[in-house]
T-cell receptor, first 110, second 113 residues
Framework: QQKVQQSPESLIVPEGAMTSLNCTFS??????FAWYRQHSGKAPKALMS????GEKEEGRFTIHLNKASLHFSLHIRDSQPSDSALYLC??????????FGTGTTVSVSP | EAAVTQSPRNKVTVTGGNVTLSCRQT?????MYWYRQDTGHGLRLIHY???????QIGDVPDGYKATRTTQEDFFLLLELASPSQTSLYFC????????????FGKGTRLTVV
């Protein structure tokens, strides 16, 4: 059974700083890697995803994937108070359903 | 924007009671999912389906049944509810599985007393 873990559990970052979130997974056959964001009281919503090793940037958000290390990360440049939310990583393998991590709560202080 | 509607939004039931959570999607998506969300556990997959009449077992299926009656409708059944099933339940849908975006409903908060 796929295990997906996130770190840290929570963090506080000052406005304008970089936020860095980590996700590890257990199955080396995993093929699809995504980050979701959930604002308080709302439904999770997809942020961005990646299939192959390397880096992908969309605006202030960047994903790094290293399959050999069973690790991927999300970096948020110039963090804003509106980025305060629960961040969930998700992994899938061989066409199975997405398995989500335990979540990281981010608070951006003005 | 993909539409996934859950009902009820809040439900309180007693231990041993029967509960049915409903979900409807109007996106013509093939896949539908039920997840539960608890602090410290993230989102955990209960059951999912790739079409009417189909059911796939997720990671935490014990105590739950599910049924996909149509392309649009997916139900989660708790036949003997227990306090450990107190949680926030999300239904979701996607066009495929494993490599496509999943769209979530607003959630149902279930309390078993």
């Amino acid at each position: 059974q796929q295990k997906v873990q996130q770190s840290p559990e929570s963090l506080i970052v000052p406005e304008g700083a970089m936020t860095s979130l980590n996700c590890t997974f257990s199955d080396s056959a995993s093929q699809y890697f995504a980050w979701y964001r959930q604002h308080s009281g709302k439904a999770p919503k997809a942020l961005m995803s990646i299939f192959s090793n390397g880096e992908k940037e969309e605006g202030r958000f960047t994903i790094h994937l290293n399959k050999a290390s069973l690790h991927f990360s999300l970096h948020i440049r110039d963090s804003q108070p509106s980025d305060s939310a629960l961040y969930l990583c998700a992994v899938s393998q061989g066409g199975r359903a997405l398995i989500f991590g335990t979540g990281t709560t981010v608070s951006v202080s003005p | 924007e993909a539409a996934v509607t859950q009902s009820p939004r809040n439900k309180v039931t007693v231990t041993g009671g029967n509960v049915t959570l409903s979900c409807r999607q109007t996106n013509s998506h093939n896949y539908m999912y039920w997840y539960r969300q608890d602090t410290g556990h993230g989102l955990r997959l209960i059951h999912y389906s790739y079409g009417a009449g189909n059911l796939q077992i997720g990671d935490v299926p014990d105590g739950y049944k599910a049924t996909r009656t149509t392309q649009e409708d997916f139900f989660l059944l708790l036949e003997l509810a227990s306090p450990s099933q107190t949680s926030l339940y999300f239904c979701a849908s996607s066009p495929g599985t494993g490599n496509t975006e999943v769209f979530f409903g607003k959630g149902t908060r279930l309390t078993v007393v």
